[in-house]
């Protein structure tokens, strides 16, 4: 898998002491979280972590407690989340796209913003990148199939033109081909530099990781490269399911 982040790539995206959480209950504890230009940072977490909390308070979604969010080296986290899109940040939803629109409609959703030849540019350029899209442009998104959905969710996402791409669970209701497929297309994307943030539980993601972080809790529990995770002992257990043979507990 390519990667194009480099150790002296600026900071594109910085978080940090986020607080959040909805009524009484707290979800996010002083977390903080890096993304360099050109990076993939993988986000794992048991369900429940607050992994979507963590990524719709990037985008003004869920409303902060407290903390701060750079982006771009502007301060953002009391924009609007409209005006954190056009700043570069796009934000790719599990469902990601709206089923009783059609394929076209979807996508000029994703360009809202723009002026309407901006838009119709985009678009023909999205489609020219997503081919698979071209012949459903007028069906509904309802009708297309689970990996033609993520293709038009990604695409969507790609209208407003992002520097940084925040997705929740990209493999949600995939199948494994389609799960490769996915993988491979954000790989294409990564290596013409695009920043990605990807909160994920399947593994074939990792091989897409510049960096992974762990929250657990709400809480950031580790940062750093894969074969480090991979070596930890505890984390290797929590997120990776695995356990050594010596110690697994018999049947
Ligand atoms: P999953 O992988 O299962 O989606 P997650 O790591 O993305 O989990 P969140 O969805 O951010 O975790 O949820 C974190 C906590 O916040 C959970 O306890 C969840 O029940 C709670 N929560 C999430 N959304 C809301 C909401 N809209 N109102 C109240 N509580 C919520």
Same mark, same amino acid.
């Given at each position: 898998m390519?990667?194009?982040?480099? *150790?002296?790539?600026?900071?594109? +995206?910085?978080?940090?002491?986020?607080?959040?959480?909805y009524g009484p209950l707290q979800v996010l504890w002083d977390v903080d979280l890096e993304v360099a230009? *050109?990076?993939?940072v993988i986000l794992l977490g048991?369900?429940?972590? @607050?992994?979507?909390?963590?990524?719709?308070?990037?985008?003004?979604?869920?409303?902060?407690?407290? @903390?701060?969010i750079e982006f771009g080296g502007s301060r953002v986290e009391r924009l609007r989340t409209d005006r954190r899109v056009q700043a570069g940040i796009a934000y790719m939803s599990e469902i990601g796209v709206f089923p009783n629109l059609s394929v076209d409609e979807n996508l000029r959703l994703g360009g809202y913003f723009l002026p309407r030849h901006e838009t119709r540019l985009r678009a023909q350029r999205l489609y020219a990148k997503f081919p698979?899209?071209?012949?459903?442009?007028?069906?509904?998104?309802?009708?297309?199939?689970? &990996?033609? *959905?993520?293709? +038009?969710?990604?695409?969507?996402?790609?209208m407003?033109?992002?520097? +940084?791409?925040?997705?929740?669970?990209?493999?949600?209701?995939?199948?494994?081909?389609? /799960?490769?497929?996915? /993988?491979?297309?954000?790989? &294409?994307?990564?290596?013409e530099g695009l920043s990605m943030l990807i909160a994920e539980q399947n593994l074939g993601f990792l091989d897409l990781a510049d960096r992974v972080? /762990?929250?657990?809790?709400?809480?950031?529990?580790?940062? @750093?490269? *894969?074969?480090?995770?991979?070596?930890?002992? /505890?984390l290797r257990r929590s997120y990776f399911g695995l356990e050594e043979p010596s110690r697994a507990k018999p049947d």
């Open positions: 390519s990667s194009s982040a480099d *150790r002296n790539e600026p900071i594109l +995206l910085r978080a940090s002491g986020l607080a959040a959480g230009s *050109r990076e993939c048991p369900n429940g972590a @607050g992994k979507t909390t963590l990524l719709k308070s990037l985008l003004g979604l869920v409303p902060l407690w407290g @903390g701060q698979d899209l071209v012949q459903h442009r007028r069906a509904l998104a309802a009708s297309l199939s689970g &990996g033609q *959905r993520k293709m +038009l969710s990604l695409a969507k996402a790609f407003s033109g992002p520097r +940084l791409l925040v997705m929740d669970e990209p493999s949600a209701g995939l199948s494994p081909r389609y /799960v490769k497929e996915v /993988v491979a297309t954000l790989d &294409g994307l990564h290596a972080c /762990v929250l657990d809790s709400g809480r950031m529990r580790f940062s @750093g490269d *894969r074969s480090t995770l991979e070596r930890d002992d /505890v």
